[in-house]
């Protein structure tokens, strides 16, 4: 039986592609039951329907309030029960009933090496603060906006010739990597959630999770 997970997208879905892709090749042996963005426009949502999956537009633009909109999107989520949800680019800060209703149960990634650089611009900030290193957490989502327990960050060097587009692409790439291998643990239950801090293979995570490297499994 496939893990069903639920991915919440707002726009390219790249993160998307990357866990379609690792499942048509066997590597992930999870069923994406929905793809539901917050943007009509969203490309993800192509990506979704090409590869066969049920996908949802909810525009936030049409609810009075963050909370009417967040009790909604849960309402479209649990149709589906899944076991996982998955934030993938799904720009939109989350109330705390919301992100309560999921603990544990829902992740983030960020393109940052949390806990720096929460938020919007974290490769220009990076690039700014005259960073040597920079990279990609994944992590549980909490109420606080980045700060749920991270899982496993990935890094790559700042070099002087880089903008925020150059970093933002060799970022991406590891996100590919890391954000697949992080459900992949999910749904093989190796990964889990205890008392507000990450748990691989039965060992407690330090606050910055796993560093990522290519023997990692
Ligand atoms: C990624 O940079 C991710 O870290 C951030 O939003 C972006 C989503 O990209 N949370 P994509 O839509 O998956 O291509």
New binding site residues.
């Given amino acids: 039986m496939s893990f069903p997970i639920v991915v919440l ?10 866990l379609i892709d690792q499942s048509l090749q066997g590597q992930l042996n999870i069923n994406i039951c929905a793809v539901i963005s917050n943007k009509a426009d ?1 490309y ?1 949502l192509e990506r979704a329907k090409n590869a066969g999956i049920p996908t949802h537009a909810l525009d936030h633009k049409q609810f009075e309030s963050r909370e009417a909109f967040d009790t909604e999107l849960q309402q479209m989520i649990d149709y589906y029960q899944p076991k996982l949800v998955v ?5 939109r800060i989350l109330t705390e009933g919301f992100t309560k209703h999921y603990d544990g149960k829902m992740l ?4 940052s090496l949390l806990p720096k650089y929460k938020g919007l611009n974290t490769h220009q900030r990076a690039i700014e603060a005259n960073e040597k290193e920079h990279g ?1 957490s994944v992590h549980f989502v909490s109420s606080e906006l980045d700060a749920g327990a991270v899982i496993v960050q990935a890094s790559t060097d700042i070099e002087a010739s880089d903008d925020a587009d150059s970093l ?1 692409k060799k ?2 790439s590891l ?1 590919h990597i890391i954000y697949p291998l992080a459900v992949k643990w999910f749904s093989e239950n190796k990964l889990t959630f205890h008392n507000g801090t990450a748990i691989l293979n039965g060992s407690t995570l330090p606050p910055t999770g796993i560093l990522y490297n290519k023997d990692i499994e």
């Fill in positions: 997208i707002s726009g390219s879905g790249s993160n998307l592609q990357a969203a993800g934030l993938a680019g799904f720009m983030n990634i960020h393109p990609v933002a970022v991406h996100e």
